[in-house]
């Protein structure tokens, strides 16, 4: 559901005291960017909270109202500190209890009497959700209002992404272009590049260096959503490195 000239914001709101502990490294940040980018919608904010049930739905409730969706990953397992669910619903002020069309989906991986009390918590959604497939291990994700609840172990909260993505509104997509800095430190051209970015308001322009084996490498990075607006910005800084090489150039 394209709407284009409309920006559509995003939250991520990463829930586990193993991330923040460090035990488990959080891999599903830069995937959802990524992601996001790729469909139209600018991931404005990401935060990072433990399993305190105040602590989650206090960010719940900050981040869905400020922006037009929010993401969340991890809590939806079957241990006792699995608590995302309970806390969605508490920030929604709805109930929550074992969700039939929940149970259906895992008796596809499990036999009735193999759906443990454990099990059946991944079963339990908030009332009024829609469920959000997991082809993987089967117990789903849910969305809730502009509230999208994800699984923490990449490949599932990937497939989940996947699932949910075609419910959502996207806006304009961003494009990108990369100009090489051929060589320039980032002091040569910092003045010059502010100045320019001052000037083109409409993109945003970023100085990226990275280090390979030949040595140091500058790019400079613009991005914008409207193709006329970036293709000059392009070109003056295209022109601004050519210029600041020339005067650096042996006589």
């Known amino acids: 559901m394209a709407h284009d000239g409309q920006t559509i914001t995003a939250a991520v709101l990463v829930i586990g005291d193993e991330i923040l502990s460090g035990r488990t490294k959080d891999k599903n940040i830069g995937y959802i960017a990524e992601y996001l980018t790729a469909i139209g919608i600018d991931l404005r904010e990401v935060r990072v909270v433990p399993d305190i ?91 809730l ?30 494009i990108a272009r990369t100009i090489d800095a051929a060589g320039l430190p980032e002091g040569r051209y910092a003045a010059s590049l502010g100045e320019l970015a001052l000037r083109h308001t409409a993109v945003s322009i970023g100085s990226y260096p990275s280090f390979q084996a030949g040595g140091f490498r500058n790019q400079i990075v613009v991005r914008g959503k409207e193709e006329e607006a970036l293709e000059r910005a392009v070109s003056e800084v295209g022109a601004m490195i050519a210029r600041l090489q020339a005067d650096s150039a042996p006589i």
């Open 145 to 174: 209002g502009n509230v999208i609840v994800m699984a923490g172990v990449p490949n599932i909260m990937q497939a989940m992404l996947d699932d949910v993505s075609g419910r959502l509104k996207t806006g304009q997509k961003m």
């Open 53 to 143: 049930e105040a602590e989650i739905v206090a960010a719940v409730n900050a981040l869905r109202s400020r922006f037009t969706y929010l993401f969340t990953t991890g809590g939806i397992g079957p241990t006792h500190d699995d608590i995302t669910a309970d806390c969605i619903a508490k920030a929604f002020g709805v109930g929550i209890d074992i969700d039939e069309r929940a149970v259906n989906v895992m008796l596809e991986r499990y036999k009735r009497e193999d759906l443990n009390p454990a099990r059946l918590r991944m079963a339990r959604i908030p009332a009024g959700a829609d469920l959000i497939a997991n082809p993987i291990s089967k117990a789903p994700g849910f969305m």
